[in-house]
């Protein structure tokens, strides 16, 4: 029956029944729901477990019926709100979600409402097998001891399907090597980064001794004196208190007292096979246990019946790595690594702080030294936050072979400019960059570092701008002619927090010279300084639609309000734009607005099912002119909404700035 026909008492007597088949699931049997007419099924959906859901959704799917309304249901009632979950379009997107949240939430023993509430249904082995299926990311929690020993016992099943499935690793937090306890997450991380498939590391933590380990024999021939006596030690009692020694003889210390391990090496003792039984406190606080750090012993030690001391364990390549709070410490660490660290195709680097100068140039003469091998595979480098710009110019010509480069700056007050450390005609060389992203948090910017750049890089297919601020009667002009002039293979173009709102002859001029793919001119102030707003726009959209490769359009936080119906025209005439997403959120667009935009949209209507994001626009303001406008746009759009509150005077305002 239809549901606007229902009766209150009907709909409560169907929720009663879809819960009895949640509850008696196994009784029921997967035959019996499969059996059932479809539009039941599709009831039946949100009230299923995740478990129940994995279970049918492969033949469901053979039935043509989506479990995508399913797996959102569940991200509702997790989340409980539709920002997190709404550019969730397909089932596998929507699943995916569902088990990277809950995996690392019911595998360490956290809980939330959502966990709590169904957690009969989930702290089972075989949730945490069918989630393992989805995730590509395993991150784990040193200091979570009872879930890593598990891997070595009940649920070692689980880490051999890990090892199959996990691509990337993530260590969140500080481990003390000189606690027993630790060896269980040493060895867990061995059997995935060596003996599994993960070829990204990404570190959360400052931990100079921890990520030595990481990157000890795993791409780098970079070997650490200290680390390699502590490794090969039988006691190592004071093993997270050693200073790391670099190639240069620079110390790096975790911040502890250090004891020589050359005092102790006359105390060392034989070394045991150690059982998986928890490590007394007594033992570890006398720092009289028997400890090793090396991997090939730990997997010996810790493999169920071990291992033949004959068999070598492989090693692992690193290629992409992300060191998430990046000091001066594990720069250290990294930068005698990366000499021959030829593995490497991605580096990404974050500091909470800002890098200072000689960090920066520190990293540059060890790229430098890696660049300048024949068997570098370096292409891709992320920085982030540098003192001044011109040290983009100094990473450039010293990693001639990326193709990829993010770099994000922030003005240092105490940093002293540089002068470039080359002549100008080697700085003028041409760069092999396909991908540039640069932002910029400074008072004011001079374009010329970015401008300079674009004019070295023919072979640029995306660029992302954001936050460049330019001087008093300057304009943002130039960047876009150098773009225009230099950089023809461009097909993502994305410009945010710039003011372009003088610079529509040269938008009109790139848009004609480059085939782009994806524009975004985000809070660009596009139509600020615009005589008539509405002509303006029609140009902008006339050149739009001559681009027949545009297929993704943002043109967010632009305050385009009433004139956001002139956009409907890109799907107007004989040839129809093929923009395929437009973007026109925070735009302050009111219902009125929207209805106005709804009618000549149907009226030029898009030649395939347009995804349009209406996120952060005044909706609430004439809710039922609102509700009326998606309902005109839902037989043409998948739309993206999320509720407004114009009590939010905060919001508000910075909508109407």
Not at 84 to 95: C, F, G, N, P, V
Not at 243 to 257: F, W, Y
Not at 331 to 348: D, G, I, Q, R, W
Not at 386 to 396: A, G, K, Q, V, Y
């Amino acid at each position: 029956m239809q549901a606007d026909n229902r009766t209150p008492k009907e709909i409560c007597l169907k929720k009663i029944c879809l819960q009895a088949v949640r509850n008696n699931f196994a009784a029921v049997g997967t035959e019996a729901v499969l059996d059932l007419p479809t539009p039941l099924i599709e009831d039946l959906l949100p009230h299923l477990t995740v478990c129940q859901l994995d279970e049918l959704q492969p033949a469901l799917n053979l039935k043509g019926i989506s479990t995508h309304a399913g797996w959102i249901g569940i991200l509702e009632d997790m989340c409980g709100c539709v920002d997190h979950i709404i550019d969730l379009l397909t089932e596998e997107e929507a699943k995916h979600e569902v088990m990277r949240m809950l995996f690392t939430v019911v595998f360490n023993g956290f809980t939330n409402p959502f966990v709590s509430r169904n957690i009969t249904n989930l702290n089972t082995p075989f949730f945490l097998l069918a989630a393992a299926k989805c995730i590509k990311h395993f991150l784990l929690f040193t200091s979570l001891h009872k879930p890593l020993q598990s891997l070595t016992a009940e649920q070692r099943p689980l880490l051999n399907l890990l090892e199959k499935r996990i691509r990337s690793v993530g260590v969140s937090q500080s481990a003390d090597l000189s606690k027993k306890k630790t060896q269980t997450a040493l060895y867990v991380l061995h059997r995935l980064l060596d003996h599994g498939v993960a070829k990204e590391l990404v570190v959360h933590v400052q931990c100079p001794i921890m990520l030595a380990w990481l990157l000890h024999g795993r791409g780098s021939q970079y070997v650490n004196g200290k680390l390699k006596k502590l490794m090969h030690s039988k006691t190592t009692s004071c093993l997270s208190q050693a200073p790391i020694t670099t190639s240069d003889g620079a110390s790096c210390s975790p911040g502890l007292e250090t004891n020589t391990l050359d005092d102790q090496d006359d105390q060392v003792t034989p070394c045991k096979r150690s059982k998986l039984d928890p490590v007394s406190v007594e033992g570890e606080e006398s720092g009289k246990t028997n400890l090793t750090v090396d991997p090939q012993v730990l997997c010996r030690t810790l493999t169920p019946c071990g291992g033949s001391p004959a068999e070598a364990c492989p090693w692992g390549k690193i290629e992409r790595l992300e060191i998430r709070q990046c000091g001066s410490d594990s720069l250290t660490v990294l930068n005698s690594a990366l000499l021959t660290f030829y593995c490497l195709h991605s580096l990404t680097l974050h500091s909470s702080s800002i890098f200072s100068v000689s960090d920066v140039l520190g990293l540059a003469r060890a790229l430098k030294q890696l660049s300048g091998s024949s068997r570098s595979s370096l292409t891709d480098l992320s920085i982030s936050v540098l003192p001044n710009t011109e040290l983009m110019d100094i990473l450039l010509d010293t990693s001639r072979s990326l193709t990829s480069l993010c770099v994000e700056f922030q003005t240092s007050l105490w940093e002293p400019r540089l002068i470039p450390h080359q002549p100008l005609s080697e700085m003028s060389a041409e760069l092999l960059l396909e991908k540039l992203t640069v932002k910029v948090a400074q008072v004011q910017t001079d374009v010329n570092f970015v401008t300079s750049v674009l004019r070295r890089c023919p072979h640029l297919t995306s660029l992302h701008v954001a936050g460049m601020r330019l001087p008093t009667g300057s304009s943002q002009s130039q960047l876009l002619t150098t773009l225009s002039e230099s950089n023809h293979r461009l097909t993502r173009l994305t410009l945010e927090d710039l003011n372009l709102s003088d610079c529509l002859p040269e938008i009109l001029n790139l848009v004609r010279d480059c085939k782009l793919e994806e524009l975004q001119l985000n809070d660009c102030r596009l139509l600020e300084k615009w005589s008539d707003k509405q002509e303006g726009l029609q140009q902008l959209v006339a050149a739009l639609k001559t681009v027949s490769s545009l297929h993704t359009l943002s043109m967010a936080q632009n305050r385009l309000a009433k004139n956001v119906c002139v956009l409907a025209e890109l799907f107007s005439g004989p040839s129809p734009s093929s923009v395929k997403r437009l973007d026109i959120s925070s735009n302050f667009i009111q219902a009125a607005e929207l209805l106005e935009f709804s009618k000549a949209l149907r009226t030029h209507c898009p030649p395939h099912r347009l995804t349009l994001d209406l996120r952060k626009n005044p909706g609430d303001r004439d809710p039922d002119t609102w509700s009326s406008a998606l309902r005109g746009l839902w037989p043409l759009c998948v739309l993206l909404v999320e509720g407004w509150k114009s009590t939010d005077t905060m919001a508000d305002h910075i909508s109407n700035m």
